[in-house]
């Protein structure tokens, strides 16, 4: 238990605290660069563990560290309502923005410290499998499979491990600068394929360009995946994951070979992950905020409180809900990997 603690838990809550903080930071200091007084800048929710009265607001740390808030005035010149609806948009797509920024600064130190990853570039094909049976070559590069373009290792996961275990899938390949097609039979949810395993470092200037590469890889592969997943017959809520799945990660992630670089790594996508989800228009989302705050202005007059809790009340619900399913996927996940079938 004290092990678990160590290796899963502490880290998945440092790592946690990070991300949030970020992402806090960005409403916090675009807020007070626009004039509008923060009351409070919390990081957690519940219970109250620690509070500092700083200068200019209230410094809090709260128990559950699953998240945090910048709370502003509610009356006043400098309250958060008495702001344009430029400033108010501004400041929610604050916080998204720091963590697209911190996700490319983090990607940008693995590339240039130099990180062993898999590509899509095949190394060779297990005997008897159905890889070698399809006539794939060592030196092909997957380009898609069943359609759905594969820009990583994760996209090639999801292909391998969802829908039907033993069905044969569409694979494009490039063979030496030619595209070409063959339908691969997996058994076992296995292709029987082996993946370069490749270590650079970059120079800095390159790095820069890779660190864009990788982030518009990955953002695209967020829809990218579960859309795989669904086209081959799986349940795309399997591909997320919750508080459980991603401590699940980080406690591999810390014992790793590269432990410091895998977790920076792990930041990156971390960081990336939760701005393109609080950009969806979800009210309780900063993206559902920034729509909100667009329709404001447009017609001139503030959304009615209880338009506000209404909207609030179906997003808590509908969170929830898929919180829940993400959770159970996560632990079934855990518990396939702990005790695999024969």
Known sequence: ????????????????????????????????????????????????????????????????????????????????????????????????????????????????????????TILATVPGSGAQLADIHPGDRIVSINGVAISSVDDLYAASHFGDPDGIDRFQLDRSGSLMELDVLKADGKYGLVFNREHARSDLPKSFVLAMKQMVSASVGIFNIPALVYSMGGNPIEVFSGPVGIAHVTGKAVQSEEALLTVLLLLAHLNLGLALVNLLPVPLFDGGRILLYAIESCVKKPASRSVENALAGISVAVIAFTGILVTWSDLQKIILLSFPTP
């Open 1 to 120: 238990m004290a092990e678990t603690i160590l290796i899963t838990i502490l880290p998945f809550l440092f790592i946690m605290t990070v991300v949030v903080t970020i992402h806090e930071a960005g409403h916090y200091w675009v807020a007070r660069w626009l004039g509008i007084k923060v009351e409070e800048f919390s990081i957690g929710f519940g219970p109250l563990l620690r509070r500092d009265q700083g200068k200019h607001n209230l410094w809090t740390i709260r128990a559950l560290p699953l998240g945090g808030y910048v709370r502003f005035a509610e009356t006043g010149e400098k309250s958060f309502r008495k702001a344009s609806g430029l400033s108010r948009i501004t400041v929610a797509f604050a916080g998204p923005s720091f963590n697209i920024l911190a996700s490319f600064v983090f990607f940008v130190a693995v590339f240039y410290a130099g990180l062993t990853w898999s590509s899509t």
